[in-house]
């Protein structure tokens, strides 16, 4: 803070109120000091303040700083002063030592106290404490690590209180009359002076603070301070003004840029000052003026050029944003009857469409009515016909009711009606019902039309404009019933949470397919729009973070086949955003599988004769050696009975010793899956 470490009465050494015979004395003792090249010691000067290298010539100018009064009491406002000589010596004594944070607890504790709570109060300024609260604002101005808001308020209640004159008459002679009006002005304008050069703190934090307090000065300070934003907003209307004269294009980023850049100035007047007082108003006013203006002329040249851009709905924006700013019923009532035709202008495309297509639907259904009228009226008066000896061809009735409208000559009015920049604006429109009603008619006409052609490439062009939404999707994820896993043993409801940024408070149509592996689209015949599986209106405003779409499916078992399933949004037939979850088995599931097929295995492995072939083979060459042979003796067949036996017997072994490996190894196995099932988190 240069307003102390440059101080006249630091560089001079002495403490603010010295008297003349003490300035002189102190003046000549620090000449003789300089010229000798010392730097004089024990004077007020306070080196742990900050650097203070003094020459011959800024004590010479410090000093004549120091001869007027108006100058004292300026310098004296920003250096310390001894009103308490028990206190405030020992605090400078400390000063003089570099210890400054001992000088801050001396005086701080006479002018602050602590509850229970832990609160810190200000106390009452006294005779034993005023000099305290203008010296610890000091400190909290200088040291580094100074309570800024506490040095404001601080020396505010003490230039507030009865006992600054005894300040003042210490610093100046008795006839010097001031108040502490002025003394409060002084110091503030000041202060703030210093504040802006150094960038200290935010015009919008100085305010702030003084905002918090009454003092008597308060209102004319803020009132010369708001001059400046006065100014400043002055200056951003006559940049806006220029860019917007030299290019009427330019008009929707100068409105914008002025709103931008005037917006915290307006908030810091407001602040200061009544939204109703006259200069409040009066540059408020002149603000939305400037915007409705830029509005105005970013739309003609949007309508002379024919753009393709929504130019509308950008002048409608900056005519919102001006409307937000005014204050007078004149200023007002313009940005009112400006919105008004912009809304006009805004539906227009819609507006001329539906009217076109009705008339269409008008003639052709009229035709159809007289049509059917005549045939109706032949049917009753034709003797032929009454008597069945001729029909009436029904399906030339309905070709000339098909052809009862000039086709080609609609289809050439479709083509200029609805062009790619008018569906573009219909898309943009935020007409729900209006395009409702568009999209009928269009299908209406589709189905009835003899060369329907043109408007179904009308239509598939319409559908594939992006829709313009009034908010952005940030990402999404899958959620589940109890947030469980997505194992078809716990899938019952599947829904898509969306993250979202809301750009405006709107109501918004959602239209949601759930997509099966096979591609396919989940619907209920008797609940679910056509085309898709349902639709959702979320009422969204500019706090809304997400869009908790509700869940599809079944509160008794899992509707999802197996696979890659996909839930998609779309918004007008658009497809603004999607998603994939696989469904599959639980762990637990597909062992409970595996169990199944080897407890089957066991059971087949028990049923399975093992060499079987084999016993098979030696079964028959027993019953050929037991059959009687010609020349052979009974011993050998004995014989060879006995060696049979053997083979049968080890073949058997086998089979038995194989059988029972196996479903050892079977058992093995289902015991591993048991464990395994027990063991599965799900």
């Known amino acids: 803070m240069q307003l102390i470490k440059n101080n006249p009465y630091r560089i001079i050494g002495l403490l603010a109120g010295a008297t003349a015979k003490e300035q002189d004395r102190q003046i000549r003792r620090l000449k003789q000091y300089l010229t000798a090249e010392q730097e004089p010691e024990g004077d007020y000067s306070f080196p742990s303040l900050g650097e203070l290298d003094r020459t011959l010539e800024e004590v010479t100018e410090a000093s004549s700083k120091l001869h007027l009064d108006n100058d004292k009491i300026d310098a004296a406002l920003f250096w310390f002063w001894n009103g308490n000589p028990i206190s405030d010596e020992v605090a400078f004594d400390a000063l003089k030592d570099g210890d400054v944070e001992t000088a801050y607890q001396i005086w701080d504790k006479l002018i602050t106290e602590t509850n229970e709570e832990g609160n810190r109060y200000w106390k009452p300024v006294t005779s034993k404490n005023y000099s305290a609260y203008h010296n610890c604002s000091l400190i909290n101005l200088v040291k580094a690590n100074g309570n800024l808001q506490n040095a404001i308020v601080g020396k505010l209640y003490f230039l507030q209180s009865e006992l600054v004159h005894n300040f003042i008459s210490t610093v100046v002679d008795e006839t010097h009359k001031t108040t502490s009006k002025e003394l409060q002005l002084l110091f503030l304008n000041k202060l703030n002076t210093e504040i802006e050069k150094n960038k200290t ?19 004319d300070f803020l009132k010369v301070i708001l001059q400046k934003p006065i100014n400043q907003i002055e200056q951003k209307i006559e940049t806006a003004k220029n860019k917007r004269k030299v290019n009427k294009a330019n008009g929707a980023k100068a409105g914008q840029e002025l709103f931008e850049s005037t917006s915290n100035a307006l908030t810091q007047l407001k602040s200061i000052i009544s939204s109703n007082d006259i200069k409040y108003t009066s540059i408020a006013d002149k603000v939305a003026n400037e915007i409705l203006q830029c509005s105005v ?3 003609n040249d949007g309508q002379e050029k024919d753009s393709n851009v929504d130019f509308i709905g950008t002048a409608m924006k900056l005519a919102q944003l001006a409307e937000k700013i005014a204050i007078g019923s004149l200023t007002k009532d313009r940005i009112k009857d400006s919105i008004n035709t912009l809304e006009e202008m805004k539906d227009r495309e819609i507006s001329r469409a539906i009217d076109f297509l009705n008339s269409v639907k008008d003639a052709y259904t009229t035709n159809e009515r007289q049509i059917r009228a005549e045939v109706k009226k032949i049917e009753q008066t034709d003797i032929l016909i009454k008597t069945g000896q001729r029909t009436i061809n029904r399906s030339a009735v309905e070709d000339n009711i098909k052809n009862s409208i000039d086709w080609q000559k609609v289809n050439g009015l479709l083509i200029e009606v609805l062009s790619d920049n008018n569906l573009k604006k219909i898309k943009e429109s935020d007409k729900t019902e209006q395009k409702k009603e568009f999209l009928e008619l269009m299908n209406w006409l589709k189905l009835n039309s003899l060369r329907s052609t043109t408007i179904s490439a009308i239509i598939d062009k319409y559908k594939k404009i992006p829709p313009k939404l009034p908010f952005k999707i940030l990402s999404s994820n899958i959620t589940n019933t109890d947030n469980k896993p997505l194992y078809t043993k716990f899938i019952r409801y599947v829904g898509l949470n969306l993250n979202v940024q809301v750009t405006e408070n ?7 397919k759930y997509i099966n592996p096979n591609g396919s689209i989940r619907r209920n015949t008797e609940t679910s729009p056509n085309g898709y599986s349902r639709t959702e209106i979320q009422n969204l405003n500019l706090n809304t973070k997400s869009i908790n779409l509700s869940g599809w499916g079944n509160s008794d078992k899992c509707i999802y086949d197996f696979g890659e399933n996909k839930i998609e949004i779309y918004v007008e037939d658009f497809l603004i955003h999607s998603n994939k979850f696989v469904v599959e088995l639980a762990p637990s599931e597909k062992l409970d599988i595996e169990l199944k097929k ?6 087949e492995i028990r049923n399975t004769q093992y060499f079987k ?10 019953n050929e050696i037991q059959e009687f042979q010609l020349f052979r003796s009974s011993s050998t067949k004995q014989m060879q009975i006995s060696e049979q036996q053997r083979k049968i017997a080890s ?4 089979a038995k010793t194989e059988t029972e490996k196996l479903i050892e190894q079977q058992n093995t196995i289902i015991y591993k899956i048991k464990l395994d099932i027990q063991n599965s988190e799900y």
């Open 651 to 654: 073949i058997q072994k086998n």
């Open 506 to 512: 709107v109501s918004v149509t959602l239209y949601i």
């Open 201 to 219: 703190i935010s015009l919008d934090k100085f305010i702030e603070i003084l905002n918090e307090h009454d003092f008597v000065a308060k209102q």
């Open 598 to 603: 080897a407890e089957a295995r066991l059971t």
């Open 297 to 299: 002329d970013y739309f």
């Open 613 to 622: 072939s084999e016993l098979e083979t030696v079964n028959s060459e027993m």
